[in-house]
């Protein structure tokens, strides 16, 4: 069974930063997409930045320009540097990892807080 574990979230400011670190207990290669989502309260899981390759990126349009995912495949980690927080950052942010059909992990969530 593979199992991601996220570290990272916490409390931070309005226009603060904090850097999302997801590690697997599996070899990861740039074959196997790896994603971030979050989930607010009352609102729905939602995907906030994919990476299928060390250089192929796809955030979500209101993080654009704030939040960089990437990977380290010999760490078998993946992370999120998320910049210029807002308030409706705030959310539990999920690692995703795809290995295939049937084949797909979630890490435990970590919590972001954006306040002041």
């Known amino acids: 069974q593979v199992q991601l574990v996220e570290s990272g979230g916490g409390l931070v400011q309005p226009g603060g930063s904090l850097r999302l670190s997801c590690a697997a207990s599996?070899?990861?290669?740039?074959?196997?997409?790896m994603g971030w989502y979050r989930q607010a309260p009352g609102k729905q899981r939602e995907l906030v930045a994919l990476?299928?390759?060390?250089?192929?990126?796809n955030y979500t349009d209101s993080v654009k320009g704030r939040f960089t995912i990437s990977r380290d495949n010999g760490k078998n980690t993946v992370f999120l540097q998320m910049n210029s927080l807002k308030p409706e950052d705030t959310a539990v942010y999920y690692c995703?990892?795809?290995?295939?059909?049937?084949?797909?992990?979630w890490g435990q969530g970590t919590q972001v807080t954006v306040s002041s």
């Open positions: 599996t070899r990861i290669f740039d074959i196997f997409p």
């Open positions: 995703n990892l795809q290995m295939g059909i049937g084949r797909v992990y």
């Open positions: 990476i299928t390759s060390r250089t192929r990126t």
